[in-house]
């Protein structure tokens, strides 16, 4: 099975701290050792006037269904702070965990798109993929993730964070 890929995005508190223990708790989700590309600072999309994101992805094969993977993310973004019920939609926070893709899988739940709806039209999360696998195919579309990158109209600022 090839690997599946999360997204750690956060801009409260010390989120290179959070993505630390965030990754120790995805541990119990994977089935493998996990890949991990480098943080990047990313200018955020929507929302609130806020501060800057800090991004990273997160590959691993999974252990659980691509549903029961989700509701184990809730559980580790409450962990570390999340309310979900009391944030502004696209505003700040202390993490946020997406799935991005899943294995040989396109779904359309009402809990869960896979792949991720906007992950083409997210540098924040294409730059950082890029990073670790250019050729990364995406379920349902038919093209790499640098094939997806060259062509993202998105206009927000990432940068890579020094190792």
Not at 4 to 25: H, P, Q
Not at 42 to 60: R, Y
Not at 137 to 142: A, I, K, N, Q, R
Request: a neutral charge; aromatic letters at 8%.
């Amino acid at each position: 099975m090839s690997y599946a890929w999360f997204s750690l995005g956060g801009n409260v508190g010390d989120v290179a701290e959070t993505f630390a223990r965030a990754r120790r708790d995805l541990r119990e989700l994977a089935d493998s050792p996990m890949r991990l590309s480098g943080l990047f600072a990313s200018e955020p999309v929507g929302g609130p006037s806020q501060a800057p994101f800090l991004n990273q992805v997160v590959g691993f094969r999974p252990r659980y269904s691509p549903l029961a993977t989700l509701r184990g993310l809730w559980h580790i973004e409450r962990d570390h702070g999340r309310d979900r019920a009391a944030e502004a939609r696209w505003g700040p926070r202390p993490l946020d965990i997406d799935i991005l893709i899943w294995p040989d899988t396109v779904l359309f739940d009402p809990q869960l798109t896979l792949p991720h709806p906007r992950l083409a039209q997210r540098r924040f999360v294409l730059v950082p993929l890029v990073s670790v696998d250019p050729e990364l195919p995406v379920p349902g579309l038919g093209r790499s993730v640098s094939a997806l990158l060259a062509d993202c109209k998105d206009p927000h600022w990432v940068k890579a964070l020094p190792a």
